[in-house]
């Protein structure tokens, strides 16, 4: 393993802790969110997308120290599933201000 593997997966169980850290501002806030196509898409939404694509990544990632081999694909998977998840809250807001100007 090299040093940026051990560095992202650092990084990845971090985000992971954040995340859950702001659970209470979640909860208080869980049914704020927008309308796109008659679905409502809410905080609660983005946060559970986000934790489950972070999620997803720290398996993937562990998975690796389970092998005696470095498998690409799993770094692959890896990679779009925390790149996904980093994306979500961006995503997110964009949508929230776009559907909010729009109406």
């Known amino acids: 393993m090299d040093d940026f593997f051990k560095t992202k997966v650092?990084?990845?169980i971090g985000l992971l802790a954040a995340v859950f850290a702001f659970k209470p501002l979640v909860d208080a806030n869980s049914d704020l969110g927008?309308?796109?196509f008659k679905v409502k898409i809410t905080v609660e939404y983005a946060y559970l997308?986000?934790?489950a694509f972070l999620g997803l990544a720290v398996y993937f990632i562990?998975?690796?120290?389970?092998?005696?081999?470095h498998v690409r694909l799993l770094d692959k998977v890896?990679?779009?599933c925390y790149s996904i998840a980093?994306?979500?809250p961006p995503v997110f807001i964009a949508l929230w201000f776009?559907?909010?100007t729009l109406v």
């Open 10 to 12: 650092g990084f990845t």
């Open 34 to 36: 927008f309308m796109i």
């Open 49 to 51: 997308f986000l934790t």
């Open 62 to 69: 562990s998975l690796q120290f389970a092998s005696s081999k």
């Open 78 to 80: 890896s990679d779009t």
């Open 86 to 88: 980093l994306a979500t």
């Open 98 to 100: 776009t559907t909010s």
